[in-house]
């Protein structure tokens, strides 16, 4: 298409149109002029495309293939696998003709409570960012648009457009960082904006993040849209740079534009910015070809893959699993969720699965032999006695009891965030009573995010398979019978009880306004900087092999830094490690958690091999957000390099100093005494112009030297604490000091 001859061909209304949604699900067409409609659905673990336009039922969707929600597939720390799974549901999509799909959900899961945290990537922005780029480069490749959601510090369900108050070191930190990462590394088709506010201004009209940080800073070329109806004012949207209104206001959204042109409000210009980044992404992602089916049961099995590679062993007590079905005696399985799983969940991301293998369907595919017993009635929170009692009888008598928990529905959703972290009250005493009965007791969890468990010490395992999309039952059991051996690890800490959590007394309780008080101590950097106890850490998870690390070597390079080092898998079973590298940052002087994850992977190792991992570090590994000076900055100094299984379980440590060649400080009145007395270079200056000859004697005290000759002063605390300005008062001539700060600022300069 030529983009600027259709601009120039189109009228206002036409410009209005396209810039404000058709409907819920596609852009406006100019049929004048040749110009398709654009269809988008949701993601962003599968299609959830909807063929009546107007339906408000959410679930009213085309069948398609439900992957595990981005809880569990961010579990698999894999970055090839997201990239497949982008590659899938872009293949989809293309089969459905469908041009953006909307996903990938990368917001922070900041509490345990939030409604949203199961379609959301991680409480760390790398691994978010990383994973998340990987999705999108999947799709992308595929020719389907992303819609990056949801833009930015959208961290709660409750009261939604409720303002985000923060500090700028900690957006730029956590909550814009995974947005840049996949913004600069994997180029979107659009950024979806959220409901809420940051500091008070509303994300769809803020132009400091739609212009000045989003394209300006990270150079996005693509469109961004708003969530739907996260537009309070139409003209004010487009002013601050947003380019589609999603799904519009119908003729009102069209009227309100036309009049602000013609009233002079709103800049044809501004409006024609937009329309031109709409017309790019109509051209890019219009699709290229007719239809193609795909093969649902090739995809299934991925579904399976992925959800094998992600689920976390997170207990493992004396060997509990794998049950070998060969050897394996009598197994109960416990809990209607063995029978009604949970494996999705609810809101936008729903999908109709085209085919939903739950664990009890599995079950005699898995090789055990097992009896089932429901157990409690997911619809109720009261124990269920003839339930609970015929399960426990069975429970005595076997040699492994395995039981399914984890929330139901409806209470867990987009929409609003959860209370509290507990399971429902019947499970969670079930649990407690299965293990007193046997102490071969496997908890298997379905939930969106954390929970707490007061039963942790009295059951022999815990695997927790999230929300597993439609091929939970054939993973489910790939990983107790050990046909896969886990090697899924945490993405998020699970806190021992929901009031360790740093945001608890004020997570969603102000309708207005979320108080980001913790700042960059969010999720393991609260944790660990705080040494408290947690249930299971960040990047935790258990492999029925072990690993062993090695052989950690550093060289330091211009731009940072590359660190090898060796996994040797000391059990007898292949398996994958997950080596996570944390930076302890010893050298700036503002707070700083006591690590932060800066690189990792994912590495497959068969039995008795080694493997020899490389990760780079550059300048922005070892940089913070400078408020003062708007920019992020390195310090020269020492820093450690820590690699691990999870944020707690560090096997390798080396420390290093980094010198960075930063521009020095200028000098000015403010500059403290101590700065320049430890430059060889300012303090001979000081003493050469502040201290000259002429001023020297008793009524200058600042030229008084000891027996030997030497300054005093330059040997007085206190005067170090001083800053320029100050000598005055202890008689150095303003003039000289003067003097001085250009002198030793030309000095710098050279
Ligand atoms: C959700 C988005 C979703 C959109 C379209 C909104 O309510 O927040 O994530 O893509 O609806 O269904």
Not at 553 to 565: H, I, S
Request: glycine share 8%; hydrophobic share 40%; proline share 5%.
């Amino acid at each position: 298409m030529d983009i600027e001859r259709t601009l120039a061909e189109l009228t206002l209304p036409e410009k209005a149109a396209l810039v404000s949604g058709k409907n819920n699900w596609y852009t406006a067409a100019v049929d004048r002029l040749d110009l398709p409609a654009l269809m988008m659905t949701d993601g962003p673990s599968g299609l959830r495309k909807q063929t009546n336009s107007g339906t408000t039922n959410i679930n009213d969707a085309i069948q398609a293939i439900t992957y595990p929600a981005a809880a569990l597939s961010a579990s698999t720390w894999n970055e090839s696998l997201m990239h497949q799974l982008g590659e899938h549901l872009g293949i989809e999509a293309r089969a459905e003709q469908v041009s953006l799909l909307l996903g990938p959900g990368v917001n922070m899961k900041r509490s345990p409570l939030g409604g949203r945290n199961f379609e959301y990537l991680a409480e760390d922005p790398l691994v978010a960012g990383k994973l998340g780029s990987a999705y999108v480069q999947g799709v992308q490749s595929q020719h389907v648009g992303v819609a990056v959601k949801h833009f930015a510090a959208n961290n709660r369900e409750n009261q939604l457009t409720a303002s985000s108050d923060m500090s700028e070191r900690t957006l730029r930190e956590l909550y814009l960082r995974t947005f840049e990462i996949i913004v600069k590394s994997a180029y979107p088709a659009t950024i979806m904006t959220s409901y809420n506010k940051i500091n008070g201004v509303l994300n769809s009209q803020n132009e400091r993040l739609l212009r000045r940080i989003l394209r300006d800073e990270w150079g996005f070329h693509g469109a961004v849209m708003s969530d739907w109806g996260a537009v309070a004012n139409t003209v004010q949207a487009l002013k601050a740079g947003l380019d589609l209104e999603m799904p519009g206001k119908g003729q009102a959204s069209v009227n309100d534009i036309i009049r602000a042109v013609h009233t002079g409000e709103l800049d044809e210009g501004t409006l024609n910015k937009a329309v031109r980044h709409l017309l790019h992404v109509v051209d890019d992602w219009l699709p290229a070809d007719h239809a193609q089916p795909y093969d649902h049961a090739a995809h299934h099995q991925f579904a399976r893959k992925l959800a094998d590679d992600g689920i976390i062993l997170l207990k493992n007590h004396e060997d509990e699993l794998p049950l070998d079905p060969q050897t394996t005696g009598k197994v109960v399985v416990i809990g209607e969720l063995a029978e009604n799983p949970r494996f999705q969940g609810s809101g936008s991301s729903h999908v109709n699965p085209t085919k939903l293998v739950s664990p009890l369907d599995a079950l005699a595919g898995s090789g055990l032999k097992a009896d089932y017993y429901p157990g409690y009635r997911l619809d109720q929170s009261e124990t269920n006695g003839d339930l609970a009692e015929a399960a426990l009888t069975a429970a005595k008598t076997a040699d492994h009891v395995i039981i399914f928990a984890g929330y139901p529905k409806a209470a867990e959703s987009e929409g609003f965030d959860k209370a509290s972290l507990m399971l429902p009250e019947n499970q969670s005493d079930l649990i407690g009573s299965l293990a007193k009965a046997n102490v071969h007791t496997t908890v298997v969890l379905q939930n969106g995010s954390a929970v707490e468990m007061p039963w942790i010490h009295s059951v022999a395992a815990v695997v927790e398979t999230y929300l597993a999309g439609e091929a939970v039952g054939e993973a489910t059991w790939d990983i107790i019978t050990g046909t896969v051996n886990p090697s899924g690890h945490l993405t998020e800490t699970f806190p021992r009880r929901l009031t360790d959590t740093p945001m608890a007394p004020t997570f969603g309780q102000d309708p207005h306004h979320e108080y980001y008080t913790e700042g960059i101590f969010m999720g393991y950097r609260y944790y660990d900087t705080h040494e408290m106890h947690v249930l299971f850490p960040f990047g935790h998870g258990l492999s029925y092999t072990t690993f062993e690390y090695t052989n950690l070597k550093l060289t330091q390079n211009e731009r940072g830094a590359t660190v090898t080092f060796d996994v040797t898998n000391t059990g007898a079973r292949s398996g994958q490690a997950v080596p996570q590298l944390y930076i302890a940052n010893h050298a700036s002087h503002v707070p700083m958690p006591t690590k932060e994850l800066r690189a990792f992977t994912k590495v497959a190792i068969a039995p008795g091999e080694t493997e020899t991992v490389t990760l780079a570090l550059d300048r922005r590994d070892f940089s913070w957000w400078c408020e003062p000076k708007a920019r992020w900055q390195a310090d020269s100094g020492d820093y450690e390099v820590m690699i691990g299984e999870s944020s707690r379980d560090i096997r390798l440590q080396v420390k290093l100093t980094m010198d960075f060649k930063n521009s020095p400080a200028p000098i000015t009145t403010e500059t403290y005494m101590a700065a320049i007395v430890k430059n060889p270079q300012l303090r001979d200056l000081f003493k050469q112009v502040v201290l000259a000859p002429e001023y020297a004697g008793p009524e200058n005290f600042l030229a008084t030297t000891d027996d030997q000759g030497s300054l005093q002063i330059f040997q007085d605390r206190m005067f170090m604490n001083m800053p320029l300005r100050a000598v005055v008062a202890l008689g150095g001539p303003q003039a000289l000091i003067t003097d001085f700060i250009t002198r030793a600022n030309t000095l710098l300069r050279q």
